[in-house]
């Protein structure tokens, strides 16, 4: 069975950091391609980063350089670094995995994502 469990999520003041973590089972990194999405309510769910199969990582203009993509493949886990905290990135995070291969010409949608985590809560205060 394929699951996927955020952790991590937490309230914090702008400016400060958080690790959201999120552990994988039923499938490896290997064949799949793991993202971050962000959703606020009312608003889209946001592609906040990526991180493809062949290691190679996308972030939103949003985040980038103050959040960072990794995953351990011993552990089964996917991390996301945040850092430089602002109020504009609360929201429920959400761990996703597309295990179909994605045209790297384009970055992964919601539409490509075969499974989702339950989501895990950011709130950043000002």
């Known amino acids: 069975e394929v699951q996927l469990v955020e952790s991590g999520g937490a309230s914090v003041q702008a400016g400060g950091s958080l690790k959201l973590s999120c552990t994988i089972s039923g499938f490896t990194f290997d064949d799949s391609d793991m993202s971050w999405y962000r959703q606020v309510p009312g608003h889209d769910c946001e592609l906040v980063s990526t991180?493809?199969?062949?290691?190679?990582?996308y972030y939103s203009d949003s985040v980038k350089g103050r959040f960072s993509v990794s995953q351990d493949n011993a552990k089964g886990e996917l991390s996301l670094q945040m850092t430089s905290l602002k109020p504009e990135d609360t929201g429920m995070y959400y761990c996703?995995?597309?295990?179909?291969?994605?045209?790297?010409?384009?970055?992964?949608?919601?539409?490509?994502?075969?499974?989702w985590g339950q989501g895990t809560q950011v709130t950043v205060s000002s």
């Open positions: 996703a995995a597309n295990r179909y291969p994605i045209s790297t010409n384009r970055p992964v949608s919601t539409s490509d994502v075969e499974y």
């Open positions: 991180i493809r199969r062949d290691g190679t990582t």
